[in-house]
């Protein structure tokens, strides 16, 4: 069973707008059991749109199409398909119901352009949209079995999860020899792709039947390794193996064996001691307590945040004595030291963590150049600090690569304190 998966619109095509659904549809289409072999981006004329549905229809047993059902003149995957299809638009009951629907909720009146979601090609069964205005619809153009779905990435994954899914698992796979699909993702932190790609590049050979990939969000690097195939058992025997392997090469610098990010395993060691968090930050500027709390659930472990970004908030708001900020500077391990407990004695935290240093692009010396930065931890266990320096001259890397280092820094001190309890 071989997909593929459109994505219409110019300013997709322009890299205008990341195309996010593309991947998320192709991750779910692989968990059922489907391989996904191409992604095809077209922008918005109805001729390459048309063209586009054609070929793929004709190589494909599944395509999901995302954009161009909206309300505007430049919304034609509708009339795209019907074209592909050699048959004529017509207005869809159940669409212009479902449409109707939607603005009678708000009290809102429906324009004669709302009204032209409703007009799909004959014979096209309406996907319905509870989440916005325009309808999917799905059909047979040639030999694939098409889903057409909105652009809006809120409305497309509700409508590929409730629907679209389930009904390729009930008409697509229902008779087909089983397949499934097995993966694992590891999280990493603290090492170049390269050398990671280095430690583990022989492991493809040794476990043929699986797929490695190496996945660079900076500044994480997630392994990823899946196997396709009907025996379940003996694929997750496989990457179990395979598993124990990547660990063993990696394991100093993998924070997670299930593909989280950093503030996910901290939020998840701090409610597993349990403890309380607090965070002075000047370099970074809120983001370490911005990822925090963009958690779930995140209100149970962390208490405070304080981005004392001058010395004049260090030394006012966290109590910090001016003259060892003369002495030692901003950026030093003793003053984030000092910011870590100005912070927990603040706000009366299990943990106070702590961040100072210097994102660029200027405002580097000699002895501390743009990419350093000091980060301090204060527990009852007493205060650490460590100094690192990044090669990096961008701001927003800078600023992101502390908060990750940070953040490993409190994982690395929960886990031994997890492990001494």
């Given amino acids: 069973m071989i997909a593929e998966i ?5 300013e997709v095509l322009s890299g205008a ?6 991947a998320f549809i192709a991750d779910h289409l692989q968990r059922a ?76 009146k429906m324009t004669r352009s709302d009204a032209k979601q409703a007009m799909l090609p004959k014979g096209a069964e309406p996907i319905i949209n509870d989440a916005g205005t325009a309808p999917g619809f799905s059909m047979k153009i040639s030999r694939a079995l098409f889903f057409f779905l909105p652009g809006v ?30 993966r694992k993702v590891f999280s990493l932190f603290g090492l170049p792709e390269a050398e990671v790609n280095e430690r583990i590049r022989d492991l493809e050979k040794v476990y043929d039947n699986l797929k490695f990939g190496m996945i660079a969000r900076f500044p994480v690097i997630f392994i990823k ?15 179990d193996a395979a598993g124990r392997d990547v660990v063993k090469r990696l394991g100093k610098w993998i924070f997670s064996e299930n593909g989280e990010s950093m503030e996910e395993v901290v939020g998840r060691l701090l409610s597993r001691l349990p403890a309380s968090l607090a965070i002075a930050e000047s370099c970074t500027g809120g983001l370490i307590a911005s990822r925090i709390t963009d958690i779930a659930g995140s209100s149970n472990y962390f208490l405070f945040s304080a981005v004392t970004y001058s010395n004049q908030a260090k030394t006012g708001v966290l109590g910090i004595d001016p003259e060892l900020i003369d002495r030692f500077g901003a950026v030093s391990e003793e003053t984030a030291q000092a910011m870590a407990e100005g912070v927990r004695r603040l706000s009366g935290a299990d943990y106070g963590l702590s961040a100072s240093g210097i994102a660029g ?9 743009v990419g350093t930065v000091c ?23 800078n600023k992101r690569i502390f908060s990750e280092a940070a ?15």
């Fill in 407 to 421: 953040l490993d820094f409190l994982r690395r001190e929960l886990m031994a304190a997890g492990q001494a309890a």
């Fill in 225 to 239: 390794l899946t196997a396709m195939g009907n025996d379940e058992p003996a694929l997750n025997q496989s990457i």
């Fill in 153 to 182: 990435p809120r409305e497309m994954e509700r409508m590929l999860l409730c629907s679209v899914i389930p009904r390729i698992k009930s008409d697509c796979l229902s008779g087909v020899s089983s397949s499934v699909n097995c």
């Fill in 33 to 108: 059991g489907v391989r996904v072999s191409r992604h095809v981006c077209v922008g918005d004329d109805i001729n390459d749109i048309s063209s586009a549905v054609s070929e793929m229809g004709k190589r494909a047993d599944i395509v999901v199409a995302t954009g161009g059902l909206g309300p505007t003149m430049d919304d034609l995957m509708a009339a795209a398909a019907a074209r592909a299809a050699k048959v004529s638009l017509e207005e869809n009951k159940k669409a212009r119901e479902s449409v109707e629907a939607f603005f009678a909720r708000f009290s809102r």
């Fill in 361 to 369: 692009p200027g405002g580097g010396t000699d002895e501390k150049p």
């Fill in 6 to 10: 459109l994505s219409t619109g110019d």
């Fill in 17 to 22: 707008v990341v195309d996010t659904n593309a």
């Fill in 375 to 397: 980060i301090g931890l204060a527990s009852s266990n007493g205060t650490k600090s460590k100094k690192f320096w990044f090669p990096f001259g961008r701001r927003n890397a």
